[in-house]
């Protein structure tokens, strides 16, 4: 999940990536160090030919392909990487780049690359155009730099002219429906793979990765500073695991857990979600609003109820489409993100319970019924195409058959009757995907890589705390960051936090680290 554009309909559960573990050489020949995983020692690439990283930005202004506004002082430029690392003399792609530079120039303390998440995001865009900024200090001291990955956004984009696999509109409950939802999404998939060209075959995050080095050494820093949110932090441990050495100040910011899988990752979101009506129950009876109920546990049961009801008979709206309890899954999903939503979303509930859905046309775009810029449609359509081609790589653990998958909808249905079988279909692009996953999944220790600072929010609705805690418990040295309250990616943020930016840059600009476990109570 990416901070701050955010598109709703993305949820913690794509976010289930893994660990593809290689032995690799820096750019240039320099052996990178061992990985974690012991199996994987006997594994090598060829050294990358030096033109590589000998190449140079030429830095330009920022069209409106990029962003239609960028700051002032915005520059934008390529970065040529190869497709095939294991092919450096190859087919190559070019890395679209993105630069603000420090504001103390006579301070300067080198680049410090931005990503904002996904995956399937671009940052050059968000460094271009002001959407993130760091915190004050950092912004001063460092070159602010954003790309976007390979095959996404500027960077030679993932193609999928019948649309990527996606979530059924209402879950299969039988094997002929599952079937016929795996054909559909297999064809889809394997549309993408013919359009999309050499770098579909190269999407996974071990690439990123590497194309984070080669960046890295054109930009002349001898070290990665860098900053990733949510996916971001999946990637920034990869890097970690790859280039130990070349570990810099590295921030982690709604943090993924490369330990678990993209089963256990899509439990977590069913159970993240379900807390997430629990609270929102809990708010409505402690502001006196009795028309779900007298209790938070009758709402939540009331609600329940009232999924089981519209599997057996949907409503129907004026224009013929069905309200099934799928559509109720996805919209208290995109609703219950967002306190500043529950009081509408309350009023369509009960609604709804009348018969009349009208109401939850309020959150149609995902946006609490703010339409999105056609740039912002044009980055989220971006982002659903380019999404499975990373997970897919990354993720060895989708269901591989309809009957598999109908047998995981049913057990996550019974963990969470609202939630379950919707977020488990979601898995059904890596499911169908043309390409055998290269991931593995691990925990990664980040063995002779510089300490590096966790954040996350308490009440995180994408990237539990319980992530950023096993993390913390899983890297040989680190500092965990934890900020109250409830949002995705909790430095230099929209809802911005004195105490969480200056124990940032405190750690980005000097190198210090806070406590072991410290807290930031606004």
Known sequence: MSIARQSKALTAGVLAVATFVVTVCGVGGAAASQPDDAKARNTSVPALPAHFAEQKVRWTSCGVDVTPKAVPGAECGWVKVPVDYADPDGRTVELRVSRVRAKDPSRRLGSLIFNPGGPGEGGAGFVADGNWRAGEKARARYDLVGFDPRGIAGSGQIRCPDGAPEEPENPPRTESEAEKAFADATQRARACQ?????????????????????????????????????????????????????????????????????????????????????????????????????????????????????????????????????????Y??????????????????????????????????????????????????NMSLSMPAVLCLDSPSAPKSPKEMLHTADAFAEQSPLFGRSLAWQMIDCATWPLAPTGVVGPIKGSGAAPVLLVSYTDDPRTPLTNAQAVHRQLDNSS???????????????????????????????????????????
């Open 194 to 330: 013919r359009a999309s060209g050499a770098v579909f075959t190269h999407m996974d995050s071990v690439s990123v990765a590497r194309d984070l080095d080669v960046l890295r050494t054109v930009l002349g820093d001898a070290k990665l500073n860098y900053t990733g949110v949510s996916y971001g932090t999946f990637l920034g441990q990869q890097y970690m695991k790859l280039f130990p050495g070349k570990v810099g100040r590295m921030v982690l910011d709604g943090v993924v857990d490369p330990a678990a899988d993209m089963q256990q990752v899509t439990l977590t979101d069913v159970k993240t979600s379900e807390n997430a009506l629990r609270r929102y129950a809990r708010d409505l009876v402690a502001r006196g609003d009795d028309r779900l109920g007298d209790t938070a546990g009758e709402v939540v049961r009331r609600l329940a109820q009232f999924a089981k009801e519209l599997e057996r008979k949907p409503l129907q709206a004026a224009d013929g489409e069905e309200f099934t309890d799928a559509t109720l899954s996805r």
């Open 480 to 522: 965990l960051l934890v900020r109250k309250g409830q949002g995705h990616g909790a430095y230099a943020s929209e809802n911005p936090s004195t105490c969480t930016d200056r124990a940032v840059d405190t750690y980005l600009v000097g190198g210090k680290l806070p406590d072991k476990v410290a807290n930031c109570l606004s």
């Open 332 to 381: 208290l999903r995109t609703a219950l993100n967002d306190e500043e939503s529950w009081k509408q979303l309350t009023n369509a509930l009960v609604a709804a319970l009348d018969g009349d859905m009208s109401a939850f046309e309020h959150f149609e775009s995902g946006t609490g019924g703010e339409r999105p810029t056609p740039q912002e449609e044009q980055a989220d359509k």
